[in-house]
């Protein structure tokens, strides 16, 4: 795996691409994707065990713009880390379950079939997902991976060689979105660093990858990178795309409601070291960007922000 970076010589001649944080639009930290279908901007949220007012792990899917708007519940206990993917009329959701990865579909966001989409071997333990459509018909799944779980009383992980640095990210092919061929381990991306929680999207030839990086004295941020082949990767040297701050704290303008009076009064002094689990989808000439807050721990918000832009303009500003 070859990684483009920057050096003494590169020059930055554009400004900063502009994000605009909004502020957070759900009392609910788990990680969300963002999805347009028949015409309308959608939210897919993860709720685990007593969040969002639903008893066990599940997903739940919303009109972004009318919170009131909600459909059924979801999905197998075991499951979680649900992301989606629409196209047509059909969403399409994947999920981790420990060393695979489910497949739902519905057309109505009401009933849903589920199968078996990808397996690994039982060395590793599955996490979040992205997928992409380049422009031959090709879709690529990315797939965050870490080491399985040892049995209790044994060391965290079963030594698994193909991780990197806690999280590494995979990829697997497939022409229908159900048959899913594994590439080569060698091309996870990437080995060197702590790597989570991928977002994708293609655009003019490139495979655009956002990813949660490690910073020093325990932070975390975004970053952006793209490839052609899944070989050679160009780090952008405008990263991190997002960094923690103020307006992490607040609820957006016009989501106070969703808050309780003792979750603002939480959100506004909770320990913010991280934006993290970006998903992001082009609506109306507009990027809408959500994301998690909070410590990687026990306390987390989901936020929102925009680039006042189309998708093609906000990859390309950044390389």
């Not at 579909?105 to 079939?113: F, K």
């Not at 080995?191 to 655009?208: H, I, L, S, T, W």
């Not at 992001?280 to 306390?299: D, F, I, M, P």
């Amino acid at each position: 795996m070859k990684e483009i970076n920057y050096d003494a010589s590169t020059k930055m001649p554009k400004p900063f691409p502009k994000l605009r944080k909004n502020g957070l639009i759900s009392p609910n930290g788990g990680e969300m994707s963002v999805f347009e279908y028949r015409g309308k901007l959608m939210l897919l949220e993860n709720c685990w065990g007593g969040s969002g007012g639903y008893p066990g792990p599940c997903a739940v899917i919303r009109e972004y713009f009318d919170d009131g708007v909600k459909y059924p519940p979801f999905g197998e206990r075991t499951d979680y880390f649900y992301e989606a993917y629409a196209e047509g009329e059909t969403v399409h959701v994947f999920a981790a379950d420990r060393h695979r990865i489910w497949h739902y579909s519905s057309d109505d966001l009401t009933h849903w079939d589920r199968r078996i989409a990808v397996l690994f071997p039982e060395n590793f333990k599955l996490h979040n997902t992205a997928v992409a459509k380049d422009g031959e018909g090709r879709y690529v799944m990315a797939i965050e991976a870490a080491a399985a779980d040892g049995p209790e009383g044994t060391p965290r992980a079963v030594p698994n060689p193909y991780i990197g640095a806690f999280f590494t990210e995979f990829f697997a092919v497939s022409r229908d979105l159900e048959t899913w061929d594994l590439m080569s381990f060698d091309r996870a991306y990437t080995k060197e660093r702590y790597n989570a929680c991928p977002a994708m999207v293609f655009q003019d030839g490139f495979f655009y990858m956002i990813c949660l990086e490690e910073l020093p004295c325990v932070r975390y941020a975004p970053y952006i990178y793209r490839t052609k082949d899944f070989e050679a990767w160009e780090v952008s040297v405008y990263n991190p795309i997002l960094v923690p701050g103020e307006e992490d704290r607040h609820p957006k303008k016009g989501c106070e409601h969703l808050f309780t009076e003792e979750e603002i009064r939480k959100a506004a002094v909770h320990m913010n070291i991280n934006n993290s689990d970006v998903d992001l989808c082009e609506h109306e000439g507009k990027v809408y960007l959500v994301y998690a807050t909070g410590n990687q721990l026990s306390e987390s918000y989901s936020a929102e922000a925009v680039f006042d832009g189309t998708m093609k303009e906000f990859l390309e500003a950044y390389f």
